[in-house]
Nanobody, 123 residues
């Protein structure tokens, strides 16, 4: 099993930056991916980005391309989400998740979830 702990959320103004971290513990064998999802009040949860642990391949939703970057520190079992040029529409709770298999954009395909960290972008 895998346990996930997110951190790094906060309140920023439009155009600001935040860096989220997700620390994983436990053992996962075979191919797996780590991703970020977000959910705003009154909205459905949506995919943000994910990374394959084996080769570093990434996926991004169109709305964050060029602004957000996902990366991994393999030795620390940690993934990061660097968020630049933040907009009010980025306001949401951000969740880290692990999928046993290759990265996908479907939330139901992920096996483990963190508790989330709040990101608020003021206008």
């Amino acid at each position: 099993q895998v346990q996930l702990v997110e951190s790094g959320g906060g309140l920023v103004q439009t155009g600001g930056s935040l860096r989220l971290s997700c620390a994983a513990s436990g053992r996962t064998t075979g191919n797996y991916a780590m991703g970020w999802f977000r959910q705003a009040p009154g909205k459905e949860r949506e995919f943000v980005t994910a990374i394959n642990w084996s080769d570093g391949g990434t996926l991004y939703t169109d709305s964050v391309k060029g602004r957000f970057t996902i990366s991994r520190a393999s030795a620390a079992n940690t993934v990061y989400l660097q968020m630049n040029s933040l907009k009010p529409e980025d306001t949401a709770i951000y969740y880290c998740a692990v999928r046993v298999g290759f990265a996908t954009k479907a939330d139901y395909g992920y096996n483990y979830w963190g508790q989330g960290t709040q990101v608020t972008v003021s206008s």
